[in-house]
């Protein structure tokens, strides 16, 4: 089978609107997780802060060691999953955009500079320059960092 010049080229837009679905999905579901889980930990903190009952050493390590675990378990399983399958989707997304001719100049006007960045032909590389996650993380980190300083003098 061979595909003429149009046919490719609506290949290739059909595959990176995929793409674009896709990442759109993921940036979606860890902006819902990291919100959700943000309010859990300063939900949980508020609701120990106003409790009249402290919590016994015991207590404290327990709950302490279940934070500790889900927040690794959370951050370190699910998050990394999905940083992992947005990664993947970046870089499929940029070979996508380069065969289209989306980082070379004057493919679609006469301008000296490309219609998308150079830069953003290393989404997903290490040389890309997204902190989605990063930013998620820190959130994630300042929840469960005011549990456990809750948790600890309570």
């Known amino acids: 089978m061979t595909l003429d010049d149009g046919q490719k080229v609506d290949v290739l837009l059909a595959a990176l609107e995929e793409r674009y679905q896709a990442l759109r999905t993921i940036r979606e579901r860890v902006q819902s997780i990291g919100i959700w889980a943000l309010g859990l930990l300063v939900g949980a903190g508020g609701w120990l802060i106003q409790a009249e009952d402290n919590l016994s050493c015991p207590e404290r390590v327990i709950a302490l060691l279940g934070l ?4 690794l378990t959370l951050r370190l399983v699910y998050l990394a999953d999905l940083q992992k399958g947005f990664a993947a989707q970046q870089r499929t997304a940029a ?3 380069a065969a289209l001719g989306l980082y070379e100049v004057g493919v679609f006007d006469r301008a000296d500079v490309p219609i998308y960045p150079a830069s953003w032909a290393n989404a997903g590389d290490e040389k890309g320059s997204g902190r989605f996650f990063a930013s998620t993380y820190a959130l994630l980190y300042v929840g469960a960092a005011f549990l456990g300083v ?4 309570s």
């Open 150 to 153: 809750v948790i600890l003098f």
């Open 68 to 71: 500790a675990g889900a927040v």
């Open 95 to 97: 070979k996508l955009e």
